[in-house]
């Protein structure tokens, strides 16, 4: 059984994974608008990625006997004035979320729940990743500046991620 504290900590998380889902849907329909269809293949997968983050956490707290309770998911922003200002939102947001994810980690450690803290490793660990790999398009995109050229051939690349289930915990 997990402890209140701890369940209350993942309610939380799960809904802030739940608005990630949400802020990459609405920038998939930010590059929609753009006509880049790299980019929003890139946040399609990004899309599903957090979804099944959520669910990771989702079907743990269950799993440990706890009870999940959604809450309203916030309304994310719907206009960048670039793409370079869209991924820089997004470090920033992952950022975020991986500070979140040391502070739920942090309360399984204080209430002494080895379980929860070996299944949050691997989401700190995926925050390495999510944070690395938008970095990379971010300096990408700091290096094109403003050659429409260099930015079709990322476009071009980015068209090529695909989503992978990922093995949570």
């Avoid at 609405?26 to 890139?42: D, T």
């Avoid at 009870?67 to 206009?79: C, G, S, Y």
């Avoid at 070996?118 to 403003?146: H, M, P, R």
């Avoid at 980015?158 to 990922?166: E, G, H, I, M």
């Amino acid at each position: 059984m997990i402890s209140e504290k701890l369940e209350k900590a993942f309610n939380v998380q799960i809904n802030k994974e739940f608005y990630s889902e949400y802020l990459y849907l609405s920038m998939q329909a930010y590059f929609e608008r753009l006509n880049l269809k790299g980019f929003v293949n890139w946040m399609s997968v990004q899309v599903q990625e957090e979804r099944a983050h959520a669910m990771g956490m989702f079907d743990y707290l269950n799993q440990r006997g706890g009870t999940v309770n959604l809450e309203a998911v916030e309304k994310p922003e719907t206009d960048w004035q670039s793409p370079l200002d869209c991924f820089e939102h997004i470090l920033r947001h992952e950022q975020y979320v991986t500070a979140s994810i040391n502070e739920l980690a942090d309360v399984a450690d204080e209430v002494k729940d080895r379980a929860a803290i070996s299944f949050l490793d691997w989401y700190i660990k995926e925050q390495v990743e999510e944070e690395d790999n938008v970095g990379q398009v971010l300096a990408t995109l700091k290096l094109i500046g403003d050659d429409k050229k260099a930015l079709l051939m990322l476009d071009k690349d980015l068209a090529a991620r695909t989503f992978v289930q990922p093995v949570i915990g």
